[in-house]
């Protein structure tokens, strides 16, 4: 796994699409905070906050995970190296599990800049320093499960397709669906007087602001746990399925 993961972060920061997709991040997102007149520009919002940053970031995790892992299988399918890379003495899960880190690592590298916007907000306050600390550190633990949900959703959209850009629509799309869905469709007047929480509870949208508010609770971890775990084995039954 260790040899998988090694490769691909070094094949990330060996093309454009590491320094890219790190670049696209952060640059709208300062852009969005500190730039642009609106809502959600912090030095106008007014208050020492970082909402709109944890707001803002799943939205670009859709378009920012799906572009990173949509290359995994499906670059490997399509020159010819799958084969090769499967007669090496690695088990599958290995080799899921190396893209999955290696995948997951960039998108943590990403978000790792971003700590600055917590220090400048923190210092904007009246009083430096006067921040809800639980919930930024909840918010940040949030968005990891969520990279790593979407990334394994991105790596079991890859290992199905030949083609990258078929790849990227498709991980967007289920991403797509597991986060917003449900409370769409638990918004629906049917479903309203006790049925509509349960239906949210299906999302991870619901899951990650439960985090996102500074309180670990086990049910949310093992959402995410176990929605990782299914496209993991997903996955590995994909590659499974060549040999049959």
Do not use: C
């Not at 030095?43 to 944890?54: A, I």
């Not at 929480?197 to 949310?220: E, P, W």
């Amino acid at each position: 796994m260790y040899s998988i993961l090694k490769k691909e972060i070094a094949h990330f920061f060996s093309s454009l699409t590491g320094y890219l997709s790190i670049g696209a991040f952060l640059l709208l997102t300062g852009l969005v905070l500190w730039i642009f007149p609106g809502d959600n520009n912090i030095l106008d919002y007014g208050y020492s906050s970082l909402e709109s940053f944890f707001l803002m970031a799943p939205i670009l995790f859709l378009i920012l995970i799906p572009a990173v892992t949509m290359r995994s299988f499906s670059e490997e399918k399509n020159i010819g190296t799958l084969e090769l890379l499967m007669t090496k003495p690695l088990r599958d899960i290995d080799i899921i599990l190396g893209k999955f880190f290696a995948a997951l690592l960039l998108v943590m590298f990403s978000i790792l800049p971003t700590f600055i916007y917590f220090w400048s907000v923190s210092q904007l306050g009246l009083q430096p320093g006067n921040v809800d600390s639980g919930g930024v550190w909840g918010s940040y633990l949030g968005l990891f499960f969520l990279a790593a949900t979407f990334t394994s959703i991105g790596i079991f959209a890859s290992s199905l397709s030949t083609n990258q850009i078929v790849s990227f629509i498709l991980s967007i799309l289920v991403s797509t669906v597991f986060f917003w869905s449900f409370d769409i469709i638990a918004g629906f007047p049917l479903f309203q007087g006790g049925s509509d929480y349960f239906i949210q509870q299906l999302g991870m949208n619901a899951h990650y602001v439960s985090i996102s508010k500074g309180v670990v609770d086990t049910r949310d971890v093992l959402y995410f746990l176990s929605i990782i775990v299914v496209f993991v084995l997903g996955t590995k039954t994909v590659l499974e399925s060549r040999k049959w």
